[in-house]
């Protein structure tokens, strides 16, 4: 009979244990998991909050194509000639928070998810099919991710669309919530899913497999510090624009449903079905040169520092299936 503390697989055994005597100290359980989302959470408020700037002007070349016609350069002109420096800034509080949040459970969540995809599959069987296992934990750990992200963004979009609709985080929370309810929040969770879940998806299993590409020529165990942060920042570089590709429609339609509260009985389907009918393909590409400016430096900064986070805080225990 296996030990209490055995997987049920021989080869998973012996890469924990391996694991357990370079660093008898290194936390598991709740303590491991519990330093993946906090790494996470500052990767994406750091990454998130520095790149406010650029999400306003991407976001308002969704929702006003024909006024932001001049590209990301030219909207940042547009924005600061006509209402000033600091309007870039606009939604930088709920997108810091909001970000902290969904990091937390995004990058936690996808090692989680991804420990528990070995644990039922069984190690052999769940590096066979690191793909699968990849875009599933991806998949479970967005859907957490999200929910705690929707009313966060849902007031950062309003900030940005309506720079005169409140103060801040605070005051832009306060007044949606008193004048349309707590389902106005979660009046776009539906976009955001088709956004951020793909997006997610295609973040994380293309920077696993970039990785893994490098590491077959580089051995990861004496790669330096500096060699290590440049692998995560290229990988995350590549998978920042496969992930902003994959996401723009949704992304695009986000921003549109929650510029402005529906019409009297208009559910959140037939509002969608309206909204991409009035897009288009093209016009759901509006301001992807931003997006993917945006996204790639964002995502190569996230992995660079979660990376580095990780290392800090010794979360080094996780179990990888890279062939």
Same mark, same amino acid.
């Given at each position: 009979m296996a030990p209490p503390t055995s997987t049920g697989s021989a080869k998973l055994d012996a890469v924990k244990a391996?694991?357990? =005597? !370079?660093? *008898?100290? =290194? *936390?598991?359980?709740?303590? @491991? +998991?519990?330093? $993946?989302?906090?790494?996470?959470?500052?990767?994406?408020?750091? %990454?998130?909050?520095a790149l406010t700037p650029v999400d306003v002007v991407k976001t308002r070349i969704q929702l006003d194509p024909v006024t932001y016609n001049r590209g990301l350069i030219g909207g940042f002109k547009q924005i600061i000639a006509k209402e000033g420096a600091g309007a870039v800034w606009t939604g930088f509080g709920p997108t810091a928070a909001g970000y902290f949040l969904q990091g937390s459970f995004k #990058?936690?969540? +996808?090692?989680?998810?991804?420990q528990q995809s070995i644990n039922l599959l069984g190690y052999e069987a769940a590096q066979q099919n690191r793909t699968a296992v990849y875009l599933a934990s991806a998949?479970?750990?967005? $859907? $957490?991710?999200?929910?705690? @992200?929707? *009313? /966060?963004?849902a007031t950062r979009i309003r900030l940005v669309s309506e720079p005169t609709f409140a103060n801040g985080l605070i005051g832009g929370f306060s007044k949606i919530l008193k004048t349309e309810g707590l389902? =106005? $929040? +979660?009046? &776009? #969770?539906?976009?955001?899913?088709?956004?951020q879940v793909p997006y997610t998806m295609a973040k994380f299993v293309v920077y696993e497999k970039v990785s893994e590409l490098v590491y077959r020529s580089v051995d990861k165990s004496k790669a330096s510090g500096n060699a290590q942060t440049a692998i995560n920042?290229?990988?995350? @570089?590549?998978?920042?624009?496969?992930?902003? @590709?994959?996401?723009?429609?949704?992304?695009?339609? /986000?921003?549109?449903?929650? !510029?402005?509260?529906g019409l009297p009985g208009e559910g959140t389907t037939s509002r969608l079905?309206?909204?991409? !009918?009035?897009?288009?393909?093209?016009?759901?590409?509006?301001?992807? &040169?931003?997006? /993917? #400016?945006?996204?790639? %430096? /964002?995502? =190569?900064?996230? #992995?660079?520092?979660y990376g580095d986070i990780k290392k800090a805080l010794g979360a080094t225990g996780g179990i990888e299936i890279a062939a």
């Open positions: 391996s694991i357990i =005597a !370079k660093d *008898p100290t =290194a *936390p598991t359980g709740v303590a @491991l +998991y519990s330093r $993946f989302a906090f790494a996470g959470a500052v990767c994406c408020s750091i %990454t998130h909050g #990058f936690g969540g +996808y090692e989680f998810f991804k998949a479970c750990a967005e $859907f $957490f991710a999200d929910i705690a @992200l929707c *009313p /966060l963004e389902g =106005a $929040f +979660y009046s &776009g #969770f539906g976009p955001i899913l088709f956004k920042l290229g990988s995350g @570089l590549i998978a920042g624009f496969a992930a902003a @590709l994959v996401s723009q429609p949704a992304d695009t339609m /986000l921003s549109k449903i929650n !510029k402005t509260k079905i309206k909204i991409a !009918k009035e897009l288009g393909l093209r016009g759901s590409y509006a301001g992807i &040169g931003a997006r /993917l #400016f945006m996204v790639g %430096t /964002l995502t =190569a900064g996230q #992995f660079a520092i």
